[in-house]
């Protein structure tokens, strides 16, 4: 038996924008952000580069941690960034070659 794991990630545009979300799918999700597959916010904003995320198997967890992020300020959100990821890599920037 496989289990789910949900995602909680945080997508920065090249002017670090911000985009937080959650899903049970993370390579597709992250590929329908950069190729803009789904309209609004990130398409608008270019906010396709994976700069943060965290893991669990619990989806109402990963819902709640989701919006406890989502309510920080801005400040707060590039310190979580800059704790796991301090240049801002694209953590996904090879995974479609």
Not at 61 to 86: D, F, H, T
Request: proline share 2%; hydrophobic share 40%.
């Amino acid at each position: 038996m496989t289990t789910k794991v949900f995602h909680v990630y945080i997508l920065a545009s090249r002017s670090r924008a911000l985009y937080v979300g959650v899903t049970s799918d993370l390579l597709g999700r992250i590929f329908q952000h950069r190729e803009h597959l789904v309209p609004g916010h990130t398409a608008r904003y270019r906010i396709t580069r994976f700069v943060h995320y965290e893991a669990g198997e619990d989806a109402y967890a990963a819902i709640s941690r989701e919006k406890q992020i989502k309510g920080w300020r801005r400040e707060k959100k590039v310190e979580l960034i800059q704790a796991s990821n301090p240049t801002w890599e694209d953590l996904a920037a090879d995974w479609w070659r």
